[in-house]
Every structure is written in C-alpha cells, then in structure tokens.
Nanobody
C-alpha cells in the first residue's frame, strides 16, 4: 500500500487541523493505520493508531482528548483531527500502515508539516 499525507499547515495555538492520508492499492481495510510525528531535534514518536478490524483507536498520552483518528475504508482514507493544538505539537506528521495486527510498519507516507504558533 502506498500512502500520501496532506493537510498540514500553520495554525495558532488553540486552533485545529485535520490531516488526511490517502492509500492506494488493494486491501486497505486489512491494514491497521498509525500516525507518527517527528519534532525538530527529537525522535519520531507514535501519535495515534486505528486497528484494521473493529476500529479500536489508540493515542499517545500527550494527544489524548485532543486528537481523533478515524478511517474511511470505502475511500481508502485515514484522518487525524487535531484540536486545541499546542506549540509542542509542531512536527512533521507521517501516516503509516501495518498489515493486520503486525508491529512492523509496512509503508510510510511522505510526511506533512504542522506548525503551531504561540
């Protein structure tokens, strides 16, 4: 599966953005999808995930209650709704796909920049 992320931009603290990740290829519904981010000078970190079956969602503590991950299997899309953004959310955001419940990431998107000004 190939992934393309979009929707990043510049927003003031307290604002909202919705990131999108378009997947091409067959069997998108067989993939669990994650969002990661990498802030300047920091390691890449997990942000949110949604399971391939049942739609269970998972979040990093730092975004819980502010971010919501969702998917639309009919459109081969996954989304990350980000509300109440903080300057520390500034990062390049990546979507990622892993087959089923595998831990290993099979495919990465190219990243989209999110910048939150104070």
């Amino acid at each position: 599966v190939q992934l393309q992320a979009s929707g990043g931009g510049l927003v003031q603290a307290g604002g909202s953005l919705r990131l999108s990740c378009a997947a091409s290829g067959r069997s998108f519904s067989s993939y669990s999808m994650d969002w990661f981010r990498r802030a300047p000078g920091k390691e890449r970190e997990f942000v949110a995930g949604i399971r391939w079956i049942g739609g269970s969602t998972y979040y990093a503590e730092s975004v819980k209650g502010r971010f919501t991950i969702s998917r639309d299997n009919a459109k081969n899309m996954v989304y990350l709704q980000m509300n109440n953004l903080k300057p520390e959310d500034t990062a390049v955001y990546y979507c990622a796909a892993k087959l089923g419940d595998n831990v290993k990431i099979d495919s990465w998107g190219q990243g989209t920049q999110v910048t939150v000004s104070s």
